[in-house]
C-alpha cells in the first residue's frame, strides 16, 4: 500500500522524482466523489458532450439534428450556444448540501471540457464563464460552497484533446473553417479516428509547442487560483509530446501542495504517468483482482452520456452501489459523474440517485470508509469484465457474490444481495481455509441490534439472518477475530 503522507522536499520534473509521490491518506479513506460535467453543450442536450464535435462531423446525427433544429453551421456554429447558457437556477450551496448528503468525501467538477469554455475565471481566454454565458466564476462559487460542506475540491480539465476537437468544421462551411473565432476553436487539427488513438504514446497529429505552452500555463492557472486537492486528466494527455510537459506540471503542483501544507493528487489514464508518479484511473471500468497502489473508477450515472441530454439511460442505484462496494474491496474508489441542465439544476432522477445512495452509505459508510483491502477482495460466481469502457457488461450481482473490506481487527462481508435461504454461507472464512486461519468472535449485521448466530466448519462460515434485512442494496455483516493483524 501506499505511504498515508506526501513526501517533504522538493519535486523536479523527471519521472524518478515523481514516482517518489505519495498518495494522500485523506484520497485513501475517502473512496467516494462526485464528477461533474457541466458546460455549455448542456444547452443542445443532444446526443452526448461530444456534441460540440460531432456537430461538426458529416453522416452523424449530431450533424443533422443540429441542421435540422438550429440551421447550418456556418450561421449557427457552437459558440452561438454560449449566450443560451445562462446557468440562471445555479445554486452551489444547494449543490454542495446534496454533495455532502450523498456521502460523498470529494467533488470534482470539470474546469474545461474538450471545448474549449473554462468553467471558471482565466486570465488566458476570454471564452469563459466569467465574461460569458453565466457570467459568474461557476467553479469559484462552487468550490467555496463544496469546502463549507466539509468536502475535498478537485478539478478536471479535458483542454489536451482541444487540438483536434473541431477539426470537422474544416472540412466543410462551417464557423470553424472561416477562422474568425480561432481563439475558442483552437488548432482544430484532423484526427482519423478519436478512439484508435487511446491506447497509442505516439501518434499524430503532433501538438505543436504554442499549444503545449498554453496548455501547461491553463493547468498552472487552475492550480494557483483555486488550489485544488485533486486534478483529474483525460486520456489524450498520453500522447508523447505532453510528456515534458506533463513533469513539469506535476512537480509544480506537487510542490505546492507542500508549501501550502495540502496533499494532493493527479489522476490519469492508461500510460499517462509511470506507476507510482500519480493515481491511475480507469474509465467506465473495474478492475478484476486487488490493485496494491491505490486506483479509481470514474463512471457516470448515466450510461449514454456525461453531460446533461433529454434522454439518458440511468443505472439503478443498486448497480451503483454495488459498484462502489466492489471497488473499494479492490483497494479503489469511485468518482461518480452527474449532469446538470444548462440553467443549473440537478435532474431530479440524478438526485433521487444519489440520495439512495447516500442513505446506503449513512448505515454502511463505516464499512467504505477509512477501509483497506483484504487478503482477498471477495468471493461469488459474477464477475467483472475488466478494463475500460465495460462497467455496464458485468451480470447483476447475487447472494453468492460478497466482498471484503478490513479496517483494524474487524473484517467487512457485504453480501451483494439477500440470500433466500435465510443463512449467508460465506466459504473463504471456512474452518482451516488458508485466508482466515485464526479464531472467528462475534458477528454483526449493521442495522440489526443483536449479535447473530454463526456456526464455521470447513465448507464456510454460516451466518443465521433476522427475518428482515436492515437496508437494500446490500447488507454489511461485522466479523471480529484474530484472523489477521492490523497493520
Not at 176 to 185: L, N
Not at 190 to 206: I, Q
Not at 222 to 251: C, G, M, N, S, T
Not at 330 to 343: C, S, W, Y
Request: charged share 25%.
Amino acid at each position: 500500500m501506499s505511504r498515508s503522507t506526501a513526501r517533504k522536499g522538493t519535486f523536479t520534473a523527471d519521472w524518478p522524482s515523481l514516482v517518489n509521490y505519495a498518495i494522500p491518506k485523506w484520497y485513501e479513506d475517502a473512496k467516494f466523489g462526485i464528477f461533474i460535467h457541466w458546460g455549455v453543450y448542456s444547452v443542445p442536450a443532444f446526443g452526448n458532450e461530444w456534441y460540440p464535435r460531432n456537430m461538426y462531423l458529416p453522416g452523424t446525427a449530431d450533424f443533422a439534428h443540429h441542421v435540422k433544429t438550429y440551421g447550418p453551421q456556418s450561421k449557427f456554429g457552437y459558440k452561438d450556444f454560449i449566450p443560451k447558457f445562462k446557468a440562471e437556477k445555479f445554486d452551489p450551496a444547494a449543490w454542495a448540501t446534496l454533495f455532502r448528503k450523498t456521502g460523498a468525501r470529494f467533488v470534482v467538477p470539470v474546469a474545461e471540457h474538450h471545448d474549449g469554455f473554462a468553467m471558471y475565471d482565466t486570465a488566458l481566454s476570454k471564452w469563459n464563464a466569467v465574461k460569458m454565458g453565466p457570467k459568474r466564476d461557476v467553479l469559484g462559487d462552487l468550490a467555496k460552497a463544496v469546502r463549507k460542506e466539509g468536502l475535498v475540491l478537485g478539478v478536471s480539465s479535458h483542454r489536451a484533446e482541444h487540438w483536434w476537437y473541431y477539426g470537422g468544421g474544416r472540412t466543410f462551411d462551417s464557423d470553424v473553417r472561416r477562422g474568425r473565432h480561432g481563439d475558442f476553436y483552437g488548432p482544430a487539427r484532423s484526427l482519423p479516428d478519436d478512439h484508435a488513438h487511446r491506447e497509442h504514446r505516439k501518434t499524430l497529429p503532433m501538438p505543436d509547442a504554442a499549444f503545449l505552452d498554453n496548455w501547461l500555463a491553463r493547468t498552472c492557472e487552475l492550480v494557483d487560483k483555486y488550489r485544488p486537492e485533486i486534478v483529474w486528466f483525460d486520456w489524450w494527455i498520453q500522447h508523447i509530446a505532453f510528456d515534458p510537459y506533463l513533469r513539469k506540471f506535476a512537480a509544480y503542483y506537487y510542490n505546492r501542495g507542500e508549501q501550502w501544507g495540502q496533499p494532493v493528487a493527479i489522476n490519469y489514464k492508461n500510460d499517462a504517468f509511470p506507476e507510482g508518479a500519480a493515481v491511475f484511473d480507469v474509465e467506465r471500468g473495474q478492475l478484476k483482482g486487488i490493485r496494491s497502489a491505490f486506483w479509481q473508477t470514474d463512471t457516470s450515472v448515466s450510461k449514454n452520456a456525461w453531460g446533461h441530454v433529454k434522454s439518458q439511460d440511468y443505472k439503478t442505484a443498486t448497480s451503483l452501489i454495488h459498484d462502489l462496494i466492489d471497488i473499494v474491496s479492490k483497494n479503489g474508489a469511485l468518482l461518480l459523474n452527474i449532469g446538470p441542465r444548462a440553467d443549473g439544476t440537478i435532474p431530479e432522477p440524478e438526485q433521487k440517485l444519489l440520495i439512495e445512495i447516500g442513505d446506503w452509505l449513512a448505515l454502511n459508510g463505516e464499512a467504505i470508509y477509512g477501509t483497506r483491502p483484504w487478503t482477498i477482495f471477495g468471493e461469488g460466481p459474477t464477475e467483472i469484465v475488466e478494463g475500460t469502457f465495460n462497467d455496464d457488461k458485468r451480470a447483476s450481482f447475487t447472494a453468492e457474490d460478497i466482498r471484503f473490506t478490513r479496517k483494524g481487527k474487524t473484517l467487512y462481508a457485504i453480501a451483494l444481495d439477500w440470500p433466500a435461504n435465510g443463512k449467508l454461507s460465506i466459504r473463504t472464512l471456512a474452518q482451516g481455509g488458508k485466508a482466515a486461519p485464526g479464531k472467528i468472535g462475534r458477528v454483526e449485521l449493521i442495522g440489526h441490534s443483536a449479535p447473530l448466530s454463526a456456526k464455521r466448519d470447513r465448507k464456510a462460515l454460516t451466518i443465521q439472518l433476522p427475518h428482515e434485512r436492515p437496508c437494500p442494496h446490500a447488507c454489511v455483516f461485522k466479523i471480529h477475530g484474530d484472523f489477521f493483524s492490523s497493520n
